[in-house]
T-cell receptor, first 116, second 111 residues
Framework: GAVVSQHPSRVICKSGTSVKIECRSL??????MFWYRQFPKQSLMLMAT?????????EQGVEKDKFLINHASLTLSTLTVTSAHPEDSSFYIC????????????FGPGTRLTVL | GQQVMQIPQYQHVQEGEDFTTYCNSS?????IQWYKQRPGGHPVFLIQ?????EVKKQKRLTFQFGEAKKNSSLHITATQTTDVGTYFC???????????FGQGTTLQVKP
């Protein structure tokens, strides 16, 4: 089945540093990848939609300059949290859609970011 | 904007009891998907419903899509401890194709 990996799985950083999270589709080409944020015991909040070779589409209220998204290839999208602050601490999950198999999204295992 | 509401937020049942979670969208959906997230894990796709009034079954799980394609339900018969987790519905908007997740229903099953 379709597998999506995410790296790192967990990161702790100091306030003010930038953190890059990678999302890879391992056995399929993902024309579209999505980035979600999930606070403890809450739902997934869509942050942005990432299409290969084009600029990401950000949801209302999500700062594009703070959450930089790059979808450089059909198997890789990256999310960079710039100048991270404690309020950015969260669980970040990516998902990928295989253009040929419908609307199902395959989720990565998530990255837990803790900003001190 | 589009909203997807899900109730209840939490449900505690005795093993063997049935469980149902309901999902309601503010707009008509092209399809609805259901995901399960175990504690500490990531959402795992369960099923997608596309047709108005569609009913699909997976063993003890029954999924329904409303006639108006704005609501859906997941029913689990005779719950087991392995059913523990949070169940999310996610609506696929006809306009954008994005998934909008409901708040989720967290199921606890007492053995």
């Amino acid at each position: 089945g379709a597998v999506v990996s995410q790296h790192p799985s967990r990161v702790i950083c100091k306030s003010g540093t930038s953190v890059k999270i990678e999302c890879r589709s391992l056995d399929f080409q993902a024309t579209t990848m999505f980035w979600y944020r999930q606070f403890p015991k809450q739902s997934l909040m869509l942050m942005a939609t990432s299409n290969e070779g084009s600029k990401a589409t950000y949801e209302q209220g999500v700062e594009k300059d703070k959450f930089l998204i790059n979808h450089a290839s059909l198997t890789l999208s990256t999310l960079t949290v710039t100048s991270a602050h404690p309020e950015d601490s969260s669980f970040y999950i990516c998902s990928a859609r295989d253009g040929g198999s419908g609307d199902e999204q395959f989720f990565g295992p998530g990255t837990r970011l803790t900003v001190l | 904007g589009q909203q997807v509401m899900q109730i209840p937020q939490y449900q505690h049942v005795q093993e063997g009891e049935d469980f149902t979670t309901y999902c309601n969208s503010s707009t008509t959906l092209s399809n609805i998907q259901w995901y399960k997230q175990r504690p500490g894990g990531h959402p795992v796709f369960l099923i997608q419903l596309v047709k108005s009034g569609e009913v699909k079954k997976q063993k003890r799980l029954t999924f329904q899509f409303g006639e108006a394609k704005k609501n859906s339900s997941l029913h689990i018969t005779a719950t087991q401890t392995t059913d523990v987790g949070t169940y999310f519905c996610a609506g696929n908007s006809s306009n954008t194709g994005k998934l909008i997740f409901g708040q989720g229903t967290t199921l606890q099953v007492k053995p």
